[in-house]
C-alpha cells in the first residue's frame, strides 16, 4: 500500500486549466482516468487525509504509484480523450458497464451491392444500418417476416445467393413473393437498393407517408378494377400496421429520443435505455455495473452516455436525450454529444407529461434489473456456499452462519414504532419465519431502546421454549427462563398472510409460551448445526411434520440494521439474558460498514465480496419487511372507524352492517330488532352494537367553510 504523499506533485507543477489524468501503481499499468475543468483543483482533492476521502478513493489513492495529466484546450477534448483513455487502458477503478446479455440489432448491410436484412450483434460495422436493440432475435425475425411482404429484399447467406446465381433459381423466398430475387435478375442493383433504402425509411419512423401511398395506391387500384392487385396491397397494408403495433406509441409528436434511467445502491447501479423513434419505443438495452470509484447518480449518468454514444455517429445520436441527473459538465457533453451527431442534442431532465411518465417507466426497469441481477447472483448455490463462508472469516465465526436473523425499527417520527425480524436459512430468504413486533416499553422515538426491546423479547421467547420442552439446558437456567416473563406482540408472517396486515391486538403473543403444542425435536447447538449441508435436506428448524418451530432456534449469526449503538443494544440484551454462543453484527448502511460488538474499529468486506452482497441483501430485506409493516398499521390507525372499537365485531360483519344501513350515522338510529335484520348478525351482536354506538358520541359534523354547508358521515363513520 503506497502513501500518496509519496507521489504527490507540488502545486506549482499541476496547470490551472482543463485536462485529463491518469493514475498508475507500481507496475505501471493505468488503475484511473478523470477529467477536470482545472487539474490543479481536481487533483488537490485526492491528496487529502485519508481519513477525509471516501473509501473506494482512498484505495485508489494508495493503489497508485504515481499521477500523470495532459492537458487539453477545452472541456469536451477532455471528454473526448477520457473516453478514449478508459477503453484503451480499461482501467480497474473506473466505472465500466458490462451489458446483461448480448442484444440483437436488426441491421441491413447497405456497405454491398446487394443489401441483406440480418440479426447482428457485437461491435457495429461502419456502412451498415442498425435498428434496435430488440430484447430477443425472434422479436426481430417476427418484424422482418412482415415487412418482407411488402419490402423484399435480400436476407440469405452470400453462400446461398451465390449458388442461387450459379443454377439460375431463385431459393424459396423467391418463388413465394418475400424476396425480389435478385441473385437470378429479377430486380436490378439499383431496384433493389431502393426496396432496402425503403425498409429503412420504414424502420427509422417516417411510416405515415408511406401507409398513406399504400392506401391510396390500394383505392386507385379498385377503382381500375385491378381486384388482384388490390387485395395484395391491402394484405401489405395489414403486414406494415401489425408491424408497427409491435411498437408502442408513446409520444403523438414523432419524437426521436432516448430516455436514461438508473437504479443504485452503495455497491452496483443498473442503467436502462428506452430508445424512441418516431414516437414509437424500437428498442431497449440495459447494463450493470460496479461502483468501483466514488461516483454519484450524475456521473453514472456521464459514464452511461459515454459508453453509449463513444462510438456512433450520425442520425445514432438522437436530437434530444432524456436523463434522470444532468452530469457535472452538462454543457460539455451536449457539445460531445452534438458534434457526434453533427447537430444540436438536448440533455435534459423531463419535468412533465408523457417524457417525465415514460421516464418513470424506465426508472422501474432499470429497478427491477438490479433486483434480478443481485436475485441470480443469491440464487446460485456455490455463491451463497461462497458467501457464508466469507462472512464467518470476517467475523472470525467457528462456522459457516446458515440461519441468520436480521432485525429493523421502522417509525414515522416517532408513531407507529414497529420492528421486523427476517430469517435467512442457507443464504435464502426463509418468509415462513418472519415476524414483526410492536414496541410497547415505551413511547417516542429511540431506535437503540427499541432495538434492546425486540431482542430481548425474541430471546426471552427462545429461553421459554428451552424451558418448557427441556431441550439442552440445565435446571437452573430453565428455572430462569420461566421468570423472564411472556414477550410482547408477535405476529407470524407467512406466505398467507400480507405482510404489513395487523392480526393481533396490540400487546397480545400469537402463541402463550406455555401453551400445549406437540413436543420438539431436540434442538442440536449453534456449532452443532454447522455439518447442514446447503442441499434441499429437511431443515433442522422444522417440526417432523414439515412446520416451522416459531422461536425454537437460535440463530448463529444476528444482525442489525445499524452501526455500533444498535449493535451495543443488541448485545447488551443476549448478556442479560445470559446468550453468549451468538454472534452479533451491524451494518451501517452509509458505508456498508459491518460493526462488531467492543470493537471501535468496522470490519470492511472487499467490495466485491459475496459476503457483504449477502448480509447487504439480508438487511435490506428486514428493512422493506419493517416498513411495510409500518405503513400498513398507519393507514389502519388513519382509516379507523367507530364500528372497530365495538368488542366482538369482525370485519365481515363489519362490513355486512355498513353495506346494510348505508352509513354509521344510520346504524346509529336504527332499532336493535333492526340490525338483526342484517345477514349474520344475533341478537346478541346487535345489543353489543347499539349499546356500544349509543354510548360513543358522535363526531362533531364537519362543515365547508366556503358554503357553510353540513357534511354526512360516509361508510367509515368519517366526515366527507
Known amino acids: 500500500m503506497a502513501d500518496p504523499s509519496t507521489y504527490r506533485p507540488k502545486p506549482g507543477q499541476i496547470p490551472d486549466s482543463p485536462g485529463v489524468y491518469k493514475f498508475r501503481d507500481d507496475h505501471r499499468r493505468v488503475i484511473y482516468v478523470g477529467k477536470a475543468k482545472s487539474l490543479r483543483q481536481r487533483l488537490a482533492n485526492y491528496f487529502q487525509p485519508l481519513t477525509s476521502l471516501h473509501p473506494r478513493t482512498a484505495t485508489m489513492v494508495t493503489t497508485a504509484a504515481s499521477v500523470e495529466w495532459t492537458v487539453v484546450a477545452t472541456e469536451v477534448e477532455a471528454l473526448q480523450l477520457e473516453y478514449s483513455w478508459i477503453k484503451e487502458f480499461d482501467p480497474r477503478f473506473n466505472v465500466k458497464y458490462r451489458d446483461d446479455k448480448s442484444y440483437p440489432y436488426l441491421a441491413v448491410t447497405m456497405n454491398e451491392e446487394f443489401p441483406r436484412v440480418q440479426v447482428m450483434r457485437g461491435a457495429k460495422k461502419k456502412g451498415v444500418r442498425y435498428f434496435g436493440p430488440y430484447g430477443q432475435a425472434w422479436a426481430i425475425r417476427e418484424t422482418v417476416d412482415l415487412l418482407l411482404r411488402v419490402f423484399p429484399v435480400r436476407t440469405c447467406s452470400a453462400g446461398v445467393f451465390k449458388r442461387s446465381a450459379q443454377i439460375g433459381r431463385p431459393c424459396l423466398l423467391g418463388y413465394i413473393g418475400k424476396c425480389a430475387a435478385p441473385c437470378v435478375g429479377r430486380v436490378t442493383p439499383e431496384e433493389h437498393r431502393e426496396l432496402a433504402e425503403d425498409f429503412c425509411d420504414f424502420m427509422t419512423g417516417r411510416t405515415g407517408a408511406y401507409l398513406r401511398r399504400v392506401e391510396q395506391d390500394m383505392m386507385v387500384a379498385a377503382e381500375d378494377m385491378e381486384y388482384e392487385r388490390a387485395a395484395r396491397l391491402r394484405d401489405d397494408l395489414g403486414a406494415l400496421r401489425k408491424a408497427l403495433e409491435k411498437n408502442a406509441i408513446v409520444f403523438n409528436d414523432a419524437t426521436d429520443a432516448d430516455l436514461i434511467a438508473v437504479a443504485e445502491d452503495e455497491l452496483e447501479a443498473a442503467v436502462q435505455i428506452f430508445h424512441v423513434r418516431g414516437g414509437r419505443v424500437r428498442g431497449q438495452r440495459g447494463w450493470v455495473t460496479d461502483k468501483v470509484e466514488a461516483v454519484d447518480t450524475a456521473g453514472l449518468v456521464e459514464h452511461a452516455l459515454q459508453q453509449l454514444y463513444g462510438e456512433e455517429t450520425g442520425d445514432s445520436v438522437p436530437k434530444e ?400
Not at 427491477?368 to 446460485?380: E, F, I, V
Not at 467475523?395 to 446458515?402: G, I, K
Not at 440445565?474 to 405476529?491: I, N
Request: glycine share 8%.
Open 321 to 720: 436525450v432524456l436523463v434522470p441527473a444532468l452530469p457535472e459538465d452538462a454543457d460539455a457533453v451536449s457539445g460531445w454529444l452534438a458534434a457526434r451527431r453533427g447537430s444540436a442534442v438536448s440533455l435534459r431532465i423531463p419535468q412533465r407529461g408523457d417524457k417525465k411518465a415514460l421516464m418513470e417507466t424506465v426508472a422501474r426497469n432499470a429497478q427491477q434489473a438490479l433486483m434480478l441481477h443481485k436475485t441470480k447472483r443469491a440464487s446460485d448455490l456455490t455463491t451463497r456456499s461462497r458467501a457464508l463462508e466469507e462472512i464467518a472469516a470476517a467475523l472470525e465465526l467457528d462456522s459457516a452462519p446458515l440461519r441468520i436473523e436480521c432485525f429493523d425499527i421502522s417509525h414515522l417520527q416517532g408513531d407507529d414504532v414497529v420492528a421486523s425480524m427476517v430469517v435467512f436459512e442457507d443464504g435464502l430468504a426463509r418468509k415462513s419465519e418472519y415476524r414483526r413486533f410492536q414496541i410497547k416499553g415505551f413511547e417516542g422515538q429511540d431506535d437503540v431502546r427499541s432495538m434492546h426491546e425486540v431482542i430481548s423479547r425474541r430471546f426471552k421467547r427462545y429461553l421459554a421454549e428451552k424451558a418448557r420442552t427441556g431441550e439442552w439446558v440445565e435446571e437452573e437456567e430453565s428455572e430462569a427462563a420461566e421468570g423472564a416473563g411472556r414477550p410482547g406482540a408477535d405476529t407470524p408472517a407467512g406466505a398467507d398472510t400480507p405482510a404489513g396486515a395487523d392480526t393481533t391486538p396490540a400487546g397480545a403473543d400469537t402463541t402463550p409460551a406455555g401453551a400445549d403444542t406437540p413436543a420438539a425435536t431436540p434442538l442440536p447447538s449453534a456449532l452443532e448445526l454447522a455439518p447442514v449441508s446447503l442441499s434441499g435436506e429437511v431443515s433442522a428448524f422444522q417440526d417432523e411434520d414439515g412446520r416451522p418451530k416459531r422461536f425454537a432456534y437460535p440463530p448463529q449469526l444476528l444482525v442489525v440494521d445499524g452501526g455500533q449503538p444498535q449493535v451495543a443494544a443488541a448485545k447488551r440484551a443476549l448478556d442479560e439474558l445470559g446468550i453468549d454462543d451468538i454472534a452479533v453484527c451491524g451494518l451501517a448502511k452509509r458505508l456498508e460498514e459491518v460493526w462488531v460488538p467492543g470493537e471501535d474499529d468496522p470490519v470492511v468486506l472487499p467490495r466485491s465480496s459475496e459476503g457483504l452482497y449477502l448480509l447487504q441483501r439480508v438487511r435490506d430485506e428486514a428493512h422493506r419487511f419493517a416498513i411495510t409493516y409500518q405503513r400498513a398499521k398507519r393507514t389502519k390507525r388513519f382509516k379507523a372507524g367507530p364500528l372497530d372499537a365495538v368488542p366482538g365485531l369482525g370485519d365481515t360483519r363489519k362490513h355486512a352492517l355498513i353495506k346494510h344501513f348505508g352509513s354509521v350515522k344510520r346504524l346509529r338510529s336504527a332499532t336493535i330488532d333492526e340490525i338483526c335484520e342484517v345477514p349474520g348478525i344475533g341478537r346478541k351482536t346487535a345489543e353489543t352494537v347499539a349499546a356500544f354506538l349509543a354510548q360513543a358520541a358522535p363526531a362533531a359534523p364537519a362543515v365547508n367553510t366556503a358554503t357553510g354547508e353540513i357534511m354526512e358521515e360516509d361508510d367509515g363513520g368519517s366526515t366527507t
